[in-house]
């Protein structure tokens, strides 16, 4: 039995939340799931992890994934939120700023590193993940 959250309280579900279980697909087709800590910013879910991982492997070879949030230690207090999507590897300044509650004039030398180090892509006031 189920029951369907409101979109007010899927944000505010979210918001409150800190961790995800993000699921790829392997080249096997079996799934792979890793816990990673999240930032719910404007109906979006942004995560970060190494370049190199293999959850970022397999999301490049087949971009469909699944975020799980879950909480409750009981049966009736279980709630979740599951998201099927498609990774999207955009970095928004603004939004960046405010998830890392920084100024520009801290996070700008930082996103012009990852340029540097051949990891992110500036376009325009956005920075994308590099192909490799």
């Known amino acids: 039995m189920g029951v369907e959250l409101t979109p007010e309280e ?62 409750g230690d009981a049966w009736v207090d279980l709630k979740a939120v599951i998201a099927n999507c498609e990774r999207n590897g955009a970095l928004v300044i603004p939004e960046l700023r405010d998830v890392l509650k920084t100024t520009r004039k801290f996070l700008i030398p930082l996103l012009e590193h990852l340029d540097a180090q051949g990891l992110t892509l500036r376009q325009g006031g956005r920075r994308v993940l590099r192909r490799r």
């Not at 995560?47 to 492997?57: C, H």
């Not at 087949?62 to 879950?70: A, F, I, L, S």
């Open 10 to 71: 899927v944000d505010d579900f979210l918001r409150d939340g800190h961790t995800l279980i993000f699921t790829t697909i392997r080249k096997s087709g079996e799934p792979f799931a890793t816990p990673m800590w999240y930032a719910y910013i404007d109906g979006s879910i942004y995560i970060r992890t190494l370049g190199r991982s293999a959850k970022v492997a397999h999301a490049r070879r087949d971009p469909r994934v699944c975020c799980t949030v879950e909480t």
